[in-house]
C-alpha cells in the first residue's frame, strides 16, 4: 500500500482530553506529494449525558451539544471510523498542534471504547507528525516563502487561522475541522514547495531512532532545539546539550539551554535544582535561580538539528553566541558521568499524573495487558443488548468499568433499572461535586454561563450558543433531581 498523509484536526467540548470528548473530527488524505486521493471526512460526535460542555469551547466553535447530537453519530461508531482512517497501513497521521493535543483527545477516546490507544501510531509503518513546531523551524531558519503574521506585540502568530489569513489559505471559517484541515494542507504544500530541504529534515524526525542519535547523552554534541517552550523573542529556539537519559521514562533526553551560564547546574544540589525546576521567572524567589533544563521526546517528532548544519547566517539570526555555546558544552562534557548522575536524581522524583484517579483519565496508569487487547475486538463486534451478559473475565480491573461507561454511554437504551441507578449515581458525583471527574459541575457551568452573558450582551449569536448551554444543562440537572 502506498504511504499517505491523514491530515485531521478536532473540535472539542473542551480542553482535557481525559474529562471531556471530541466534537467534531474531519480528515482529509493525500499522496506523498500532498495531492489529494479520498473525499474528505467531517463527523460530529454525539455528547453523552454525563458532559457538561465547555461554554467557551463552544464560544468559539459554535458547535451546541444539541447540534452534536442531531447530527452526529455516538462515540463508538465514530472512533470506529477513525481508527479506520488512522490505522491504514503506510498512514502519517498530522496535525496542527496535534501531539500535545488532538493526539490526546485520540488516545483517550480509543482507550475509552476498547482500541489499543497506541497502535494506529506505529503499526504498519505507520507513524504521527506536527506541523506546528516544523513551522516554527521554518520561522527560525528558512523564513522565505511563507508569511508571517504579527501579533500585537511584535512577534510571530503561529495560530492557523492567522498563518492561514496571511498566506491566503482560510477556506471557510476557523475553528470548523474541516476549514482546518484544508487551510493546514494549503499551509503544508506552500512549506513544502518553498522549501523541499527543510521539509524532508522535518520528515525524518518522526523517527525516534534517529532523534535520539542527534540528541545522544554520551556524546553530548550541540543542537539547536526549536520548541513552543522557548519564547518568541528567540525565535523558539535554543542551543541545548544532551546530558542525560530520563530516569523512568526511557523516550525521554535531559538537555540544558546552553544559552544560560552552566555555573549553577554545575554547582547546585539534585534537591536545590529540582526545587524550581517548574516554577515560573516571575514566581522564583529573589536571587534564586532555575536551571534551564528540559526534556525532549524523542517519539514526538521533535525539532532538533544537528550543529554542523547551521549557517553562520542562522547563529545571527538566532542571535547565539556559536563560541559560548561550544565552550559551555565543554565544560558540561568535562564534567563527567557524575553530571548526569545528578541530573537523573532531579528528575526521580516521579510525579503524579493528572485525573489518573478515574478510569476515565487512566491511560497512562499502566499499558494493558495483550490478552485484555485480545478481547477488545469482541466487545466492539457484539451487539449492544448483549455486552452486558457476556463474561469477558478482564485481568486489567479499569475495564469492567470502561465496559458499563461504554454502554452507558453509547447505547443508555440497554441499561437496566441497575444499571440506571448505577449510572445516575455516576453522573451525580461526576456533575455534582467537585470530584475532580469532570472540567464542570452544575454550579460552575451555569456559573460561566451568566459570566459570559455579561460580557456578550449585545451579542446575538453567541447569546443563542449560550441557551442552548443552559438548556443541555438544566435538562441534566432535571434528569438527576
Same mark, same amino acid.
Given at each position: !500500500?502506498?504511504?499517505?498523509?491523514?491530515?485531521?484536526?478536532?473540535?472539542?467540548?473542551?480542553?482535557?482530553?481525559?474529562?471531556? +470528548?471530541?466534537?467534531?473530527?474531519?480528515?482529509?488524505?493525500?499522496?506523498?506529494?500532498?495531492?489529494? *486521493?479520498?473525499?474528505?471526512?467531517?463527523?460530529?460526535?454525539?455528547? %453523552?449525558?454525563?458532559?457538561?460542555?465547555?461554554?467557551?469551547?463552544?464560544?468559539?466553535?459554535?458547535?451546541?451539544?444539541?447540534?452534536?447530537?442531531? &447530527?452526529?453519530?455516538?462515540?463508538?461508531?465514530?472512533?470506529?471510523?477513525?481508527?479506520?482512517? #488512522?490505522? +491504514?497501513?503506510?498512514?502519517?497521521?498530522?496535525?496542527?498542534?496535534?501531539?500535545?493535543?488532538?493526539? &490526546?483527545?485520540?488516545?483517550?477516546?480509543?482507550?475509552?471504547?476498547?482500541?489499543?490507544?497506541?497502535?494506529?501510531?506505529?503499526?504498519?509503518?505507520?507513524?504521527?507528525?506536527?506541523?506546528?513546531?516544523?513551522?516554527? #523551524?521554518?520561522?527560525?531558519?528558512?523564513?522565505?516563502?511563507?508569511?508571517?503574521?504579527?501579533?500585537?506585540?511584535?512577534?510571530?502568530?503561529?495560530?492557523?487561522?492567522?498563518?492561514?489569513?496571511?498566506?491566503?489559505?482560510?477556506?471557510? &471559517?476557523?475553528?470548523?475541522?474541516?476549514?482546518?484541515?484544508?487551510?493546514?494542507?494549503?499551509?503544508?504544500?506552500?512549506?513544502?514547495?518553498?522549501?523541499?530541504?527543510?521539509?524532508?529534515?522535518?520528515? +525524518?524526525?518522526?523517527?525516534?531512532?534517529?532523534?535520539?542519535?542527534?540528541?545522544?547523552?554520551?556524546? !553530548?554534541?550541540?543542537?539547536?532545539?526549536?520548541?513552543?517552550?522557548?519564547?518568541?523573542?528567540? #525565535?523558539?529556539? %535554543?542551543?541545548?546539550?544532551?546530558?542525560?537519559?530520563?530516569?523512568?521514562? =526511557?523516550?525521554?533526553?535531559?538537555?540544558?539551554?546552553?544559552?544560560?551560564?552552566?555555573?549553577?547546574?554545575?554547582?547546585?544540589?539534585?534537591?536545590?535544582?529540582?526545587?524550581?525546576?517548574?516554577?515560573?521567572?516571575?514566581?522564583?524567589?529573589?536571587?534564586?535561580?532555575?536551571?534551564?533544563?528540559?526534556? *525532549?521526546?524523542?517519539?514526538?517528532?521533535?525539532?532538533?538539528?544537528?550543529?554542523?548544519?547551521?549557517?553562520?547566517?542562522?547563529?545571527?539570526?538566532?542571535?547565539?553566541?556559536?563560541?559560548?555555546? &561550544?565552550?559551555?558544552?565543554?565544560?558540561?562534557?568535562?564534567?563527567?558521568?557524575?553530571?548526569?548522575?545528578?541530573?537523573?536524581?532531579?528528575?526521580?522524583?516521579?510525579?503524579?499524573?493528572?485525573?489518573?484517579?478515574?478510569?476515565?483519565?487512566? *491511560?497512562?496508569?499502566?499499558?494493558?495487558?495483550?490478552?485484555?487487547?485480545?478481547?477488545?475486538?469482541?466487545?466492539?463486534?457484539?451487539?449492544? !443488548?448483549?455486552?452486558?451478559?457476556?463474561?469477558?473475565?478482564?485481568?486489567?480491573?479499569?475495564?469492567?468499568?470502561?465496559?458499563?461507561?461504554? +454502554?452507558?454511554?453509547?447505547?443508555?437504551?440497554?441499561?437496566?433499572?441497575?444499571?440506571?441507578?448505577?449510572?445516575?449515581?455516576?453522573?451525580?458525583?461526576?456533575?455534582?461535586? =467537585?470530584?475532580?471527574?469532570?472540567?464542570?459541575?452544575?454550579?460552575?457551568?451555569?456559573?460561566? *454561563?451568566?459570566?459570559?452573558?455579561?460580557?456578550?450582551?449585545?451579542?446575538?449569536?453567541?447569546?443563542?450558543?449560550?441557551?442552548?448551554?443552559?438548556?443541555?444543562?438544566?435538562?441534566? %440537572?432535571?434528569?438527576?433531581?
Amino acid at each position: !500500500m502506498a504511504a499517505s498523509f491523514l491530515f485531521y484536526d478536532l473540535e472539542t467540548f473542551g480542553g482535557d482530553p481525559r474529562r471531556t +470528548r471530541i466534537a467534531q473530527f474531519a480528515a482529509l488524505r493525500t499522496d506523498a506529494d500532498l495531492n489529494a *486521493i479520498e473525499p474528505p471526512i467531517s463527523l460530529f460526535v454525539q455528547p %453523552a449525558d454525563d458532559l457538561l460542555p465547555s461554554p467557551a469551547a463552544t464560544l468559539i466553535t459554535g458547535i451546541t451539544p444539541q447540534r452534536a447530537l442531531a &447530527e452526529g453519530v455516538n462515540e463508538a461508531a465514530a472512533f470506529a471510523r477513525i481508527f479506520e482512517e #488512522m490505522a +491504514r497501513p503506510e498512514t502519517c497521521t498530522l496535525g496542527y498542534n496535534s501531539l500535545r493535543f488532538d493526539d &490526546e483527545f485520540v488516545r483517550c477516546g480509543f482507550f475509552r471504547n476498547f482500541y489499543d490507544p497506541y497502535e494506529r501510531e506505529w503499526r504498519g509503518g505507520n507513524s504521527r507528525w506536527d506541523l506546528l513546531d516544523v513551522l516554527r #523551524m521554518a520561522y527560525a531558519l528558512r523564513p522565505e516563502g511563507i508569511a508571517w503574521p504579527l501579533r500585537d506585540d511584535g512577534g510571530v502568530s503561529f495560530r492557523l487561522e492567522h498563518l492561514a489569513n496571511a498566506n491566503n489559505v482560510r477556506e471557510g &471559517e476557523a475553528h470548523e475541522a474541516l476549514s482546518d484541515v484544508l487551510a493546514l494542507l494549503a499551509l503544508a504544500r506552500k512549506l513544502k514547495q518553498a522549501q523541499p530541504k527543510l521539509w524532508d529534515y522535518a520528515l +525524518r524526525l518522526r523517527d525516534k531512532r534517529y532523534v535520539a542519535q542527534l540528541v545522544d547523552p554520551v556524546r !553530548m554534541q550541540p543542537v539547536l532545539h526549536v520548541s513552543q517552550r522557548f519564547p518568541a523573542i528567540r #525565535m523558539s529556539s %535554543a542551543p541545548v546539550v544532551p546530558i542525560a537519559r530520563h530516569p523512568q521514562i =526511557d523516550s525521554r533526553v535531559i538537555v540544558f539551554d546552553l544559552d544560560q551560564d552552566p555555573e549553577a547546574l554545575l554547582t547546585l544540589s539534585p534537591e536545590d535544582i529540582a526545587d524550581h525546576l517548574y516554577t515560573p521567572s516571575a514566581d522564583l524567589p529573589e536571587g534564586a535561580v532555575r536551571v534551564a533544563l528540559k526534556e *525532549i521526546h524523542v517519539n514526538r517528532c521533535p525539532i532538533v538539528v544537528q550543529w554542523e548544519h547551521l549557517r553562520e547566517a542562522d547563529f545571527a539570526r538566532l542571535s547565539i553566541d556559536r563560541a559560548k555555546s &561550544e565552550a559551555r558544552a565543554q565544560v558540561l562534557r568535562d564534567a563527567g558521568p557524575e553530571l548526569a548522575e545528578k541530573v537523573r536524581r532531579v528528575y526521580a522524583v516521579a510525579r503524579a499524573r493528572e485525573a489518573g484517579g478515574d478510569v476515565d483519565g487512566s *491511560i497512562y496508569n499502566g499499558f494493558i495487558g495483550d490478552g485484555d487487547k485480545r478481547k477488545f475486538a469482541a466487545v466492539r463486534s457484539l451487539p449492544p !443488548m448483549s455486552l452486558a451478559a457476556h463474561a469477558f473475565d478482564f485481568k486489567d480491573a479499569r475495564m469492567d468499568e470502561l465496559l458499563f461507561r461504554y +454502554r452507558a454511554r453509547n447505547w443508555p437504551e440497554t441499561l437496566d433499572a441497575a444499571d440506571r441507578v448505577r449510572w445516575d449515581d455516576y453522573r451525580r458525583q461526576r456533575l455534582t461535586r =467537585d470530584a475532580g471527574l469532570s472540567e464542570y459541575t452544575f454550579d460552575s457551568f451555569f456559573a460561566e *454561563i451568566a459570566a459570559f452573558r455579561a460580557a456578550h450582551a449585545g451579542h446575538g449569536a453567541k447569546l443563542a450558543l449560550l441557551d442552548a448551554l443552559e438548556d443541555w444543562g438544566r435538562q441534566r %440537572a432535571a434528569e438527576l433531581s
